[in-house]
């Protein structure tokens, strides 16, 4: 078996994904345009370095007076010292600006990945690698590629011309062995490793989906005996992304080498040229030297071209993720807010993808404030889509969802966690202690408050049994807890919170019968009245005390009504209650 981390396909790379990265560096293109004008001024110092101390070294061989030499004595001290403050203040320049960029477009793709439960399907490690190398991509983009290839550029131009004072026709040789290196050169380059480097980010992307399955998965993999398959496969694909890396790097080695050379050959046709056009030894002198330095600087081009061609699929993931079409906004315009914390579904469809059959269809419920509803129908129903509706979590396609009178998708980004919360389907514990797990539904409860919701929950004896008590650390993903303690847990911290809206998602999953009664019972005990709430279930019972009953089927409402009335009508609901009433009377009957 090979665990869910298959290998993505490469990316298809998007012509356009630069430019999408490049709009949101618009803001900082004024600190950008900066830090290339300092680069190209620390490479324009270094070159200019290197042509004054050659020039000083020759004439003073000459012993000429020397007053004839303190300009350069002068400007070889200036360009050695502000060569390296250019690159200081670049470098901080640079990064600030990049930084700020990067928190940004991190910021983006975290809310578009959060943001679509549709996606759930991009798992955890593809998402962490896409906010952590896909994002340095677009940070490269910029640091290492844009920057110096601007500078690089603007420095050969201005070092052509340079060499054209002292004489041009060695100015059109440098011109050319120039052109080699900053153009023809990275063409080369991002020619031979484009097709690798397109196939790198997503196998990145894959091994980090391996890594997160290998390790929360191990003991299911080693359950089944998979675990040799599934480290085979792993192994496979860090082999290949191996293979690719070392054939980039041959290339790129490659490459350099032939830069060299071409530095080293258009210094001597420069020399060449220049004492067939009669420039003095001095000026012969200060080409030869200054032209493998200017060459030196165009080629930064061809790193640059190399960063970029590997830069392109992760620039293609970022860019894909932020151009996903949103979900439709809500048609006609956002009602005043009316407070209070009535809730109302009006003919809601929801649809995860295109084309697939909508997971609810045609929905309408009213939740008074106050009012107790229940949900309950076979799995797959549409039953916790439903409730991802309310909390926001999924946008319908069709129809609204309002509370206190204001769709959900209008509401401020803190104010519907304040009135809708509870627990949600596959609620998350924290690594943390039992305190501060619950915490997180009231900061600032205090002991009696906590114990009240435990007590609710049916937990309280269990945390005052430990030696820790209230701080009892309870693992990954509550993992030092049983299933049922976890999902007590999970209850005591919404019954904290108390919203004014309570959705409880299987409150009692992994609880026997009994226990899971008694856990409903207290935990409907201990909402305040006047909070309404809302129960998904699988279970019928405990449902006497509701003021409706909505049973779902494929996404639609197929009965609905209370419970005493819903027992005696045939349908899904009587069938489910008298076979869940022999199956619980059974397993009493075997209890102790
Ligand atoms: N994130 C998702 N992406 C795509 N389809 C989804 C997603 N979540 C749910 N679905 C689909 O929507 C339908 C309704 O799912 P939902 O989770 O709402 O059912 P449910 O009634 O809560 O089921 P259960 O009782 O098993 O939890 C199902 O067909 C499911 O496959």
Do not use: C
């Not at 191996?242 to 001597?268: N, Q, S």
């Amino acid at each position: 078996m090979e665990p869910s981390g298959a290998p993505e396909p490469p990316a298809p790379t998007r012509p356009d994904a630069e430019r999408v990265v490049l709009r949101l560096a618009r803001p900082y293109l004024g600190r950008l345009l900066g830090a290339g004008l300092l680069a190209a001024a620390t490479e324009f110092a270094g070159l200019a370095l290197m042509a004054t101390a050659t020039w000083l070294l020759m004439s003073a061989a000459g012993r000429p007076p020397l007053d004839r030499l303190t300009v350069a004595i002068v400007a070889v001290r200036a360009l050695a010292v502000g060569r390296g403050v250019f690159r200081y203040t670049e470098r901080l320049a640079g990064h600030d600006a990049v930084l700020r960029m990067v928190t940004d477009v991190r910021a983006r793709v975290f809310a578009a990945l959060a943001a679509r439960r549709e996606g759930a399907d991009r798992r955890t490690g593809d998402a962490l690698s896409r906010l952590v190398s896909d994002v340095e991509a677009a940070q490269d983009l910029l640091l290492r590629v844009l920057v110096p290839g601007a500078a690089a550029a603007l420095v050969s131009l201005l070092a052509v011309g340079g060499a054209a004072l002292v004489s041009p026709p060695a100015a059109g040789v440098l011109a050319v062995g120039l052109l080699v290196a900053g153009v023809a050169l990275p063409a080369l380059a991002t020619r031979l490793t484009r097709r690798a480097a397109d196939e790198v980010a997503p196998l990145r992307g894959a091994l980090a989906v391996d890594a997160v399955d290998l390790t929360h998965g191990a003991a299911d993999l080693a359950a089944f005996g998979a675990t040799d398959a599934a480290l085979t496969a792993a192994e496979g694909r860090a082999g290949r992304l191996a293979r690719l890396e070392r054939r980039l790097a041959a290339v790129g080695f490659a490459v350099d080498a032939t830069g060299v050379l071409v530095g080293g050959l258009t210094a001597a046709a420069v020399v060449v040229v220049a004492l067939r056009a009669g420039v003095s030894g001095v000026l012969v002198g200060v080409l030869a030297v200054g032209t493998p330095a200017a060459v030196e600087v165009a080629l930064a081009l061809v790193a640059a071209a190399r960063q970029r061609t590997q830069l392109r699929a992760g620039l293609a993931r970022v860019a894909d993720l932020l151009t996903e079409p949103a979900a439709p906004e809500p048609v006609g315009a956002p009602e005043p807010v009316s407070g209070g914390h009535d809730v109302r579904f009006e003919d809601v469809t929801v649809r995860y993808r295109a084309g697939a059959a909508p997971a609810l269809a045609g929905f309408d419920l009213d939740l008074p404030a106050g009012r107790r509803v229940a949900v309950v129908g076979p799995s797959g129903a549409g039953k916790s889509t439903l409730a991802a509706a309310l909390t926001g979590a999924v946008r319908p396609a069709a129809g609204r969802v309002t509370v206190g009178g204001v769709p959900v998708s209008a509401q401020p980004g803190d104010g519907l966690p304040r009135i809708v919360g509870g627990l949600l389907a596959e609620a998350y514990v924290f690594h943390a202690t039992v305190r501060e797990n619950l915490l997180l539904g009231r900061p600032d409860a205090g002991e009696a408050d906590l114990a009240a919701a435990t007590r609710a929950a049916g937990l309280l004896d269990w945390v005052r049994d430990q030696p820790d008590g209230w701080d009892t650390v309870v693992g990954e993903q509550g993992g030092q807890l049983s299933g049922g303690q976890r999902q007590r847990l999970a209850l005591a911290r919404a019954l904290l919170a108390a919203p004014p809206v309570l959705v409880l998602d299987e409150p009692t999953e992994g609880l026997d019968p009994a226990a899971a009664d008694a856990v409903l019972d207290s935990a409907l005990a201990a909402t305040p009245a006047g909070h309404s709430v809302l129960l998904i279930s699988h279970r019928l019972s405990g449902l006497a005390g509701f003021d409706e009953i909505l049973v779902l089927e494929g996404g639609r409402v197929v009965q609905r009504g209370r419970h005493e009335e819903l027992v005696t009508r045939p349908g899904w609901y009587r069938e489910q209650w008298l076979r869940q009433e022999a199956a619980e009377r059974g397993y009493l009957a075997l209890a102790p």
